[in-house]
């Protein structure tokens, strides 16, 4: 019978609220202390040269807050996302760990970790020869490739059968395992997009703060 997997802790949409409950008002905190901050004491620096001179910096006082609460929402969501992306890719690497052999007649009896290594390397060692003999790759390069994969590959399997205690592995452990990074793969272009676009809106905001700081030490 297919496994199915499971979600990441119950149902995804309350998940994802309660991660950004948690999440949002630290974000709203810090965007709207800084950037608010910031607007503030360029107000404070020229409450004395005028009426209009003063409604116009309290009203930059505003803008600048309320662009500290928007932007602190918007990171806060980003933040909210990228910890459930993180948090589904986990739990479908975990599953991915847990699936059966594909063949019950195959053998499926677990192997010493450290018995293994060989057996892997050969395998690798097969599969890139096969892709270099398609791409008609050249010797120096295909065996370059080789070792690379090869240690690439086998070595980072091991250390992940280390690191989740798994001490006997069976075929599939090592299908398994190739799925799982597929898995990562796969999630990595959306994580990198959160992290750049959270990144980049506070790069922003910082800005925005340190012009009203300039101003604020130019009109002193």
């Given at each position: 019978?297919?496994?199915?997997?499971?979600?990441?802790?119950?149902?995804?949409?309350?998940?994802?609220?309660?991660?950004?409950?948690?999440?949002?008002?630290?974000?709203?905190?810090?965007?709207?202390?800084?950037?608010?901050?910031?607007?503030?004491?360029?107000?404070?620096?020229?409450?004395?040269?005028?009426?209009?001179?003063?409604?116009?910096?309290?009203?930059?006082?505003?803008?600048?807050?309320?662009?500290?609460?928007?932007?602190?929402?918007?990171?806060?969501?980003?933040?909210?996302?990228?910890?459930?992306?993180?948090?589904?890719?986990?739990?479908?690497?975990?599953?991915?760990?847990?699936?059966?052999?594909?063949?019950?007649?195959?053998?499926?009896?677990?192997?010493?970790?450290?018995?293994?290594?060989?057996?892997?390397?050969?395998?690798?060692?097969?599969?890139?020869?096969?892709?270099?003999?398609?791409?008609?790759?050249?010797?120096?390069?295909?065996?370059?490739?080789?070792?690379?994969?090869?240690?690439?590959?086998?070595?980072?399997?091991?250390?992940?059968?280390?690191?989740?205690?798994?001490?006997?592995?069976?075929?599939?452990?090592?299908?398994?395992?190739?799925?799982?990074?597929?898995?990562?793969?796969?999630?990595?272009?959306v994580l990198d997009?959160?992290?750049?676009?959270?990144?980049?809106?506070?790069?922003?905001?910082?800005l925005l703060a340190?012009?009203?700081?300039?101003?604020?030490?130019?009109?002193?």
């Amino acid at each position: 019978m297919m496994q199915t997997p499971p979600g990441p802790n119950g149902n995804s949409p309350r998940t994802f609220f309660q991660t950004l409950i948690r999440t949002l008002p630290l974000h709203v905190l810090v965007t709207t202390s800084i950037v608010g901050g910031a607007a503030v004491f360029y107000s404070l620096s020229v409450s004395n040269r005028g009426t209009w001179t003063m409604l116009g910096s309290w009203s930059l006082t505003a803008l600048y807050i309320l662009i500290g609460l928007v932007g602190g929402t918007v990171a806060g969501v980003l933040d909210a996302a990228q910890r459930m992306v993180e948090r589904l890719e986990q739990v479908l690497r975990d599953w991915l760990h847990t699936l059966p052999a594909l063949n019950r007649s195959a053998d499926t009896i677990g192997r010493d970790l450290s018995t293994v290594r060989q057996d892997y390397e050969t395998l690798v060692d097969h599969a890139v020869a096969q892709a270099g003999r398609r791409l008609r790759l050249p010797q120096w390069l295909e065996r370059l490739t080789r070792a690379a994969v090869r240690g690439l590959v086998v070595d980072r399997f091991i250390a992940s059968c280390t690191a989740r205690g798994v001490h006997s592995v069976a075929p599939q452990d090592f299908r398994n395992w190739l799925l799982a990074e597929g898995v990562s793969l796969g999630f990595m272009p959306v994580l990198d997009q959160l992290v750049w676009w959270r990144y980049l809106l506070f790069g922003i905001l910082l800005l925005l703060a340190a012009v009203a700081l300039a101003l604020a030490f130019l009109t002193t």
